[in-house]
């Protein structure tokens, strides 16, 4: 197991034709997933869930990237650093480049689990449009479906997230990088 602050760029690829590039902190390296930083969100608008605000500009996110996994897991936070709960990417396997330039490509789907509430499946229109336009092969509209089911099924059975997402919180990864913690 290893831990570090330094930083991982990550280039993320949204059909049909944007790329973002997301730099983040990295926390911390193991056998059960990378943890890392987005200190401050970019967003223009807040991020919603229903009639719920899940992240807000300039929020904090723990982001938990598992290299081999159609998915990603972010601890989503607002501006003042309340918990609202837990959101995954579907997208295709993390490639690390290498140790700090990563890349991945978004599949539109989503899993959101607030605090209080189930897991639910998120931007299905979105999801559709992209299948309608030929954004995403249908090996891989069925292969992001099939992560999407799995999330939902292992998360009505209390097997999702894993561990790692709710023992690396961000007064954790706070304390940690403040040198009052250890990985």
Do not use: C
């Not at 689990?113 to 998120?122: A, D, F, I, M, T």
């Not at 931007?123 to 249908?138: K, Q, S, Y």
């Amino acid at each position: 197991m290893g831990s570090t602050t330094d930083a991982v760029r990550i280039r993320y690829h949204r059909l049909p034709d944007r790329l973002d590039v997301y730099t983040q902190r990295l926390i911390m390296r193991s056998d059960d997933g990378i943890v890392t930083l987005n200190e401050h969100t970019r967003l223009r608008a807040p991020l919603r869930a229903g009639n719920e605000v899940i992240l807000e500009p300039g929020s904090p996110v723990v982001w938990f990237t598992f290299p081999g996994l159609w998915h990603d897991i972010g601890r989503f936070h607002l501006h003042d650093g309340t918990f609202t709960g837990i959101y995954s990417n579907l997208l295709t396997p993390v490639q690390i480049l290498a140790p700090d330039e990563w890349e991945t490509t978004d599949l539109f789907l989503d899993v959101w689990q607030s605090v209080n509430g189930r897991p639910v499946l998120l931007d299905e229109p979105e999801f559709e449009h992209a299948v309608a336009e030929g954004w995403l092969r249908p090996h891989m509209a069925e292969r992001a479906r099939a992560e999407a089911d799995s999330l939902l099924a292992r998360a009505a059975g209390g097997k999702w997230p894993p561990p790692i997402v709710g023992e690396w919180t961000l007064e954790r990864v706070t304390a940690f990088l403040d040198g009052r913690v250890r990985s």
